[in-house]
C-alpha cells in the first residue's frame, strides 16, 4: 500500500534552517509529484510548493519561493524539504503529500504523517 | 484571483445525513476540487475528487456514506448516517498555477 512517512519533530532556533524528509512506499515514486503543505496551530492548510519526483523540476508558493528548497533522491524514494531563515511564525506542522499527476498540478490522495516544526528561541 | 470559500462550521445529529460546501469564485466554475478530512490531532486524509460535470472519484477505501456532487461554482460533500468519527476539519482544495485550499469547515456530529 501507498505509505508517505516523514522525518521526526524538530526544534529550531530563530534564523536556523530546518530540512524535513519523506519517505515514499508501494508506488513507483518517479510516476506522482510531492507537495508540501503546512499547517500553523489552529489554522488553516497552506501550500508551500511541490517537485516532479521523476524530472526534478519544482514550483514554489510565491510566500516561500526566497526561503524553501524540495529536493529528491529518487534512489532513496525519498522528497526533502529544506525552510531557511526560520521564525516564530513558522512554527507548524509540516505534510508531504502525494499528487496524483506525474507532472502537473492536481489533488492529493495521500498525505505523510506530518513533522512539527518548532522555532523558539 | 482563485479562491475556495467553505462555512466554518457545520453540525448535524448522530445517523443525519450533512452536506457541506466549497465555492470556486467567479470565473472558476469549471474547475475539480479535492476534499480532505482531518480528524483532531491527525493528518488528512482524501476523500473524493468532485469534477464540474458532479462526476466523482473517491480515494481507497472511503466509505460509501461519502459522496461528492456539483452545482455552478459550487461543489457539495455529502456524508450520510453520520457517525462519531465524522466530527472532523473538511477541507477542499484545487488547482491552478498552484494549490489552493479552503478555509475548512469544522463539522460537529451530536
Known amino acids: 500500500q501507498v505509505q508517505l512517512v516523514q522525518s521526526g519533530a524538530e526544534v529550531k532556533k530563530p534564523g536556523a534552517s530546518v530540512k524535513v524528509s519523506c519517505k515514499t512506499s508501494?508506488?513507483?515514486?518517479?510516476?506522482?509529484?510531492i507537495h508540501w503543505v503546512r499547517q500553523a496551530p489552529g489554522q488553516r492548510l497552506e501550500w508551500m510548493g511541490w517537485?516532479?519526483?521523476?524530472?526534478?523540476?519544482?514550483k514554489y508558493s510565491q510566500r516561500f519561493q526566497d526561503r524553501v528548497t524540495i529536493t529528491r533522491d529518487t534512489s532513496a524514494r525519498s522528497a526533502y524539504m529544506e525552510l531557511r531563515s526560520l521564525r516564530s511564525e513558522d512554527t507548524a506542522v509540516y505534510y508531504c503529500?502525494?499528487?496524483?499527476?506525474?507532472?502537473?498540478?492536481?489533488?492529493?490522495?495521500?498525505w505523510g504523517q506530518g513533522t512539527l516544526v518548532t522555532v523558539s528561541s | 484571483q482563485l479562491v475556495l470559500t467553505q462555512s466554518p462550521s457545520a453540525s448535524a445529529s448522530l445517523g443525519a445525513s450533512v452536506k457541506l460546501t466549497c465555492t470556486l469564485t467567479?470565473?472558476?466554475?469549471?474547475?475539480?476540487i479535492a476534499w480532505h478530512q482531518q480528524q483532531p490531532e491527525k493528518c488528512p486524509r482524501y476523500l473524493v475528487k468532485?469534477?464540474?460535470?458532479?462526476?466523482?472519484n473517491k480515494g481507497d477505501g472511503i466509505p460509501d456514506r461519502f459522496s461528492g456532487s456539483s452545482s455552478g461554482a459550487e461543489r457539495y460533500l455529502a456524508i450520510s448516517s453520520l457517525q462519531s468519527e465524522d466530527e472532523a476539519d473538511y477541507y477542499c482544495?484545487?488547482?491552478?498555477?498552484?494549490?489552493?485550499f479552503g478555509g475548512g469547515t469544522k463539522l460537529t456530529v451530536l
Open positions: 503529500a502525494r499528487d496524483v499527476a506525474p507532472a502537473g498540478l492536481s489533488h492529493f490522495d495521500y
Open positions: 508501494g508506488y513507483t515514486f518517479t510516476n506522482n509529484a
Open positions: 517537485i516532479n519526483a521523476g524530472r526534478g523540476n519544482t
Open positions: 467567479s470565473g472558476h466554475s469549471g474547475y475539480a
Open positions: 468532485v469534477n464540474s460535470d458532479g462526476t466523482h
Open positions: 482544495q484545487t488547482w491552478d498555477t498552484g494549490i489552493v
